[in-house]
């Protein structure tokens, strides 16, 4: 399981990385969605992937799958969402601003330093 | 944004108060069962959203006539208030306190300042979500 | 009592200074701020009594235990006589700030909260007995400084001062802070008196001398030695009560400190002994030299303040020979060390609020300008006479008696028969008696130049009068005490002096009653430094009345090779520079910094891989797959490549969001239901601000990327992917420590009575983590809701067109 965790997100990551690197800005804020995707399931899969019970205190159960990295996933979940939303209005905000969304032209100038 | 389906508008109206308190119900029993904070005020959030979508923004805002933004502030401020209490006792910053308690009409309840610190994270969530969406949604 | 809090006690009401001054406009908000520094002098008045006796008082606050960093108030006499100074000379120029800066037109909430921050950071450097503290308010009074010396910050001179200032004196504390560092692992304490205890341990380190080098550093940039004391006269540009304070008698002295405060420690290194005898004594000449140079009646002072601060610093470095050598003569240096930094202090404020008045009266401080003011300004003149007579070291004023003690401590410097002291040695006494002669010449200057004289009055940008009573009840006080000291020294030097000496030749004394120095005026005609102060007098007045045919020799130095210039082009030099080699690189184009980031990810995590040889994983530890998890993966692999190939921006959108509910499947598989949770209704959100969104984002073009960038942004994708795939692998199959989750799991129940182990780990056991995170969250939400509702107006205009 963990080989194949492990390949989904390599696949993951190259895909977030090659959209980040793209000159389009709609391109490179779904990379940023793609790579937040990825960085759970890293997370998720360094912890080890063969936990028992989910880890919710119940009566017999004493084997877990590890807590720790889900709640480090949770609070990463919530930042990435907010985190979205922010590039989402600033790069319409900028589309509106400069009227493209070409980043090879949106480099500033030497007035700009 | 102005919709006019009946259906979806009827179906909301009851749909969304089940939402909404599933919400509630899954805030509270985060501490035992899946659930808590983030999750109830996501929740929490899409049942409003669910609202937006049937209604509008005008109605929404007419139906709940408070700024999101204060709510975060709120959210934030209950969060550090209950983190920074113990410190009058001197307790390190975040100690939470627990026990059980024989309440009117409630019966024995077991009480826990983590839950009044989730109410910090429910409320944050809920504005946080709220206030983006009612700015990117009026924003014409 | 836990004196820590003390310190802190300017910084806590400096948090209601910017209140007071808001909403009570009829009184002066220096009135509330004169409370804070007299009360805390009052209070540490009271512990005179212990510190006579040679006992020390010693509080802690804990702030990081776990690494030994607390915050650990040790008073002792030399903690307390600074504690005085600062909180004493406070509260004068705060008084007299009240009559310097009009509550009418200056920015007074701002004046004082950088007054009070560097009150609480000047007595924390005194009184920490932990050096990593001791740097932390090291650097928060250089911080204030730089804030005070710009307070008029539309001044370029202002700015540039400050800049300057915070420059020199930064960069010094950062070699304090690597001497600090490497005495703290010689001596393996951050405790200055376990350091000093264990003396022996820290001496015979490798480092040792690196580490006195370093200290001395952030000494001699702090108390403006030769060669980094050109920040001092550019600091002039602040206002008038903040040279007094600061740049006089307060933070000026904090090198003094350091290096008093360190000498039983560093006593034994000759380095230590030569570098602060010898700077010491050159800057002392250096600076009295150039004082008589200058026009600017603060510049004056500041060079003054200069040779003057080398003074002290030189019998500091006097004072440690008593660790080579029992003969009595040389104890006089420790004594006359802090005998003059608290004269010093007295007449040196003084003068400074002379000069204010002068500016604030005359509305120039060019003293070419001056003259004739001695009628108009009787009182000020008299001040001004005061201090300037005891600077000059005349008698019957403080600075004679210390003046004398010092020529004393260097006459002695020539019997030392160590480190080469036989051969060089008379070049102290030497340099000193020139250097007086100096610093008599342009004390003269000082006083007559302005006070007397036959001047144009008439000439002057404002007519002077007397400045009003309340301005000058600060200078008199301080004239007072110049007279007062004189006639009484052996009162202050039971209470003040003696207990302060103490911390610096503990060798020599265990209490402060041991001490047989006694101050006396008059030591009989065989007293060579008597000659020598008659020398000068001598000298001195021949050379002040022939000041103008002598005084060409300033022109014959270059403007090119002053240190001012040097420091201008090592600035212009490194700026120029730095512009060069960023340009090379920052292209503006966001590609090529993602092109740096996510190559160097992959190539450094993978050499890192190679060389330490971490790559290896045990197919035995995987769980077995299933066949949904199959499933699941094709579906997300498909959702991906939607992504990536998309054509619409609605399609995209889409098959993210799909993407993100496969996610959430596998958080099903894996046995994560709040995460499963959360990623649902996050995903529902997320689409739906994509498509409340999605009329105003741009369509999905493509800009004709060139082949040779597509094919080298897939090679580092690529090169991205692989490398996270080998760390997951690697890092699962190979746990190093115990996880934390154990713990967890044990004591989720009794410790935190919840169920749900996630959801306690957030809100309890990391809860930090989750205050951090919501506060993130509000941040995004106020970025989002700023970025369109609170515009700038003219942008406003070109979005109503579409």
Sequence with gaps: ?113 | MKTNDVILQTTTKVVFFIIFLFSIHIFFAGHYTPGGGFVGGLLTTGALLLLLLAFDLKTVRKALPFNFLIVVALGLLIALLTSAWPMLFNEPFLTHAFGDYDLPFLGESSLHTATLFDLGVYLVVVGAGMTMIQTIGGDT | MNFVFLIFIPIIAALFVPLLYKTIKRIHTGWFVLIVPIVLFAIYTTLLPQTMKGESIVSTLQWIPSMHMNFVSYIDGLSLLFSLLITGIGSLVVLYSIFYLSDKKEQLGHFYVYLLLFMSAMLGVVQSDNVISLYLFWELTSISSFLLIAYWYTNDRSRFGALKSMMITVFGGLMMLGGFAILGIAADTFSIREMIANASTVTSHPLFTMAAVLILLGAFTKSAQFPFYIWLPDAMEAPTPVSAYLHSATMVKAGLYLVARFTPLFASSSTWIWLVMGVGIFTLFWGSFFAVKQTDLKAILAFSTVSQLGLIMSLLGASALTYHSNEAMFAVASFAAIFHLLNHATFKGSLFMVAGIVDLQTGTRDIRKLGGLMSIMPLTFTVAAIGSFSMAGLPPFNGFLSKEMFLDAMLAVRSFELFQFDTWGILFPIIAWIASVFTFIYSMYFVFHTFGKKGDVEALPKAPKEAPTGMLISPIILATLVVVIFFIPNVFGKWLIKPAVLALQPNLYDTPQQIDITIAAWHGFDSMALWMTIGVVAVGTLLYLSMNSWKKIYDAQPERLTLNNGYDALLNFTESGMNKISRSYMTGIIRSYFMYMFAAIAIMTLIAVYVKDAFAFDPNSFAPVTIYAILNGIILVLAISFVLLAKSRMAAFIALGASGYSVALFFVMFKAPDLALTQLVIETVSVALFLLAFQRLPELKNHGETKKNKVANAIIAIGVGFTVMLVALASQSQKLLPSISEYYKETVETLAAGGNIVNVILVDYRGFDTLFEIAVLSIAAIGVYTMIKLRLKGEKKADENE
């Design chain 1, 1 to 113: 399981m963990e080989l194949l965790m492990a390949i989904i997100i390599g696949i993951l990551f190259s895909a977030a990385v090659y959209l980040i690197l793209s000159r389009t800005l709609l391109r490179v804020i779904l990379g940023t969605g793609l790579l937040s995707h990825g960085a759970h399931l890293l997370i998720l899969t360094m912890g080890g992937l063969d936990g028992g019970a989910p880890p919710v205190i119940a009566d017999g159960v004493t084997d877990f799958a590890d807590p720790l990295p889900q709640a480090l996933i949770l609070t990463a979940i919530v930042i990435s969402f907010g985190v979205t939303a922010f590039m989402l209005v600033l790069s319409y905000r900028l589309y509106a601003e400069h009227k493209t969304d070409d980043l090879n032209m949106l480099r500033g100038n030497d007035e700009h330093d």
